[in-house]
């Protein structure tokens, strides 16, 4: 069974940083997909990054140039990277994984691809 508990949410102003940590368990894939996504009060889930396990990312445009996601596979870790905060990027925070498809280069930003959820950490940026 796979789990997935995410760390290091908070509170920061704008332009602050935060690194959010993901520790992985029980994740049998041979080719991967790991994921941030996020979701707002009442606001749907939308995808923020992934990496696979070749190390390919990819971003949302939202957050291309201000959030790194990255992974210690001796530690079974996925982190998120979050620089140049902004009000707009408050919300609930959940690490996902779900498997590679064989011809994916790049994992796509796209929630409904990912099988494995975690709970969430909260992340609040305020002015």
């Known amino acids: 069974q796979v789990q997935l508990v995410e760390s290091g949410g908070g509170s920061v102003l704008a332009g602050g940083s935060l690194r959010l940590s993901c520790t992985a368990s029980?994740?049998?894939?041979?080719?991967?997909?790991m994921g941030w996504f996020r979701q707002a009060p009442g606001k749907e889930r939308e995808g923020v990054a992934t990496i696979n396990d070749n190390g390919s990312t990819n971003y949302a445009d939202s957050v291309k140039g201000r959030f790194t996601i990255s992974q210690d596979n001796a530690k079974n870790t996925l982190y998120l990277q979050m620089n140049s905060l902004k009000p707009d990027d408050t919300a609930a925070y959940y690490c996902?994984?779900?498997?590679?498809?064989?011809?994916?280069?790049?994992?796509?930003?796209?929630?409904?691809?990912?099988?494995?959820w975690g709970q969430g950490t909260q992340v609040t940026v305020s002015s």
């Open positions: 029980g994740l049998t894939y041979s080719t991967y997909c």
């Open positions: 996902a994984a779900g498997p590679r498809l064989w011809f994916e280069n790049r994992c796509p930003v796209v929630s409904a691809r990912f099988t494995s």
